[in-house]
């Protein structure tokens, strides 16, 4: 949809493609992003509106309310195929208010005075909202079935990385021995976490609103409450108790909540990336041999993938100010407050999905060396196992005595090149507590990586458990529950 489709129909510009559109030849049923940005194109979201239209009918017909015949026109003329398309753009023009025109559309297209029935009660904005929430759903599905691929993917790197020896770093500096699978372990958990936060959240966030002009149901009569019950669960959606326009605060959470997952994958990809640099070398992007890194210097290999993830999540994370605007509409309903809303709508799903996508292509395209980590680790030598060395002593000295022991032992072997082994034994407290051959092997990085190999795995198999779970249809994982807390 281009920008001058929106400007016609009254809604905000959106900016351009997030990405190229790119097909998956692994996953060949997965939507690409530009199929997510399609999802909020000008005529999917008319026809969402029809449908919306045609339900609301459906459950006034069993409610009496509207004659049943009148119902069964509405619903066989809400399509795209029975309304004039262009006719409804030039009157979307006209009016600049695209509900208005779509109502017009749809009861002139009905026969019989069924179009007399059309929007019975209802109010721009249950629809507006109402359809993009469904939208936003179906890009919301999209993206957690993306996220099952990158758990698998992720599930893989940690096992494969679960005995790969390499230095931990805290502040920039060689910390203790770990291994890459304890890496990747630590982002899986930050990622079910998020999993968790956006599953809780769908009874929350996929509601209708269905309260007709001011959100109490003037127009519905005694029906309201049962026509906000019926029309929700035919939507598949929750229903509010309260329908206020006002209360915009679920999408502003989702938005929050999409941005928190994007900052996870920036910052795997930031760490990433900075594994790439040539002084530490210990990961990759294969790309091919085509790919080029720089127009001037022939012998640079660029990230090309990770600095789209970084960028991209960037972005989402700057919608975060525009959510917590969008949710301070004045009274009980804000036009401006709407536009921001609608924006945030149609826009942030589609880049939280690029930002996965992109996240996705990262962990396929990327590769290990671990002969560079083991190398890197060669470069502290003994010093990096020096806690262990420490927590030896320290049932017999003390753990402070210990620390300072071992800290000046590493001083003075630091300042003459050799092992700390001799600065320790010269120590008559050393010799009197610990065996030589015991100080001795205390000091081999390898023997001293913590439980990285077995949270590694662990991680893997949740990794997994929860991929299975994501990847299945969405009937299977069950529909979200919501309870309003009131009958």
Known sequence: MGQGDRLRAGEQPLTG?????????????????AEIEALFGRERLWQTYLEIEATLASVQAELGIIPACAAVEIRRKATLEAIDVGALAADIDRTRAPIVSVVRALARACEG???????????????????????????????????????????????SGARMLMVGRTNHRHALPITFGLKVAAWIEELLRHVDRLQGAEPRVFVSLWGGALGAMHAFGEHGPEINRRLSARLGLAPLAVPSRAGTDHVAEYVLLLALLGSTFS?????????????????????GDEVVGSSTMPQKVNSKVAVQVIALASRLRAQVPLALEAMQPTHEGDAANNQMMYWLMEGTPPLAYAVAWEMDRLLDCLRLHPQRMRRNLDRSGESIAAE??????????????AHDLVHHALSEASAS??????TLLADERVRGSVEEHALRASLDPAAYTGRSEPMAREMAAA?????????????????????????
Do not use: C, F
């Not at 090149?417 to 001799?422: M, T, V």
């Open 113 to 159: 005075g069924a179009g007399a029935y059309v929007h019975w009660g209802a109010t721009t904005q249950n629809l507006t909202q109402t359809g993009r929430t469904l939208l936003m759903r179906e890009a919301h599905q999209a993206l957690m079935r993306l996220l099952g691929d990158i758990l698998g993917r992720l599930a893989a790197l940690a096992e």
């Open 388 to 401: 262990r060395v420490m927590m030896l002593l320290a049932p017999h000295l003390g753990r402070g005595e």
């Open 463 to 487: 990794a997994r458990s929860a991929a299975t779970r994501l990847q299945a249809p969405a009937t299977a994982r069950g529909p979200a529950s919501h309870d309003p807390g009131r009958p």
């Open 417 to 422: 090149g050799a092992s700390i082994l001799p």
């Open 17 to 33: 493609a997030i990405l190229p559109e790119l097909a998956d030849p692994d996953h060949p049923g997965r939507p690409t992003v």
């Open 267 to 287: 910052k795997i990809a930031r760490e990433l990336y900075a594994l790439m640099a040539d002084e530490v070398g210990e990961v990759s992007e294969a790309l």
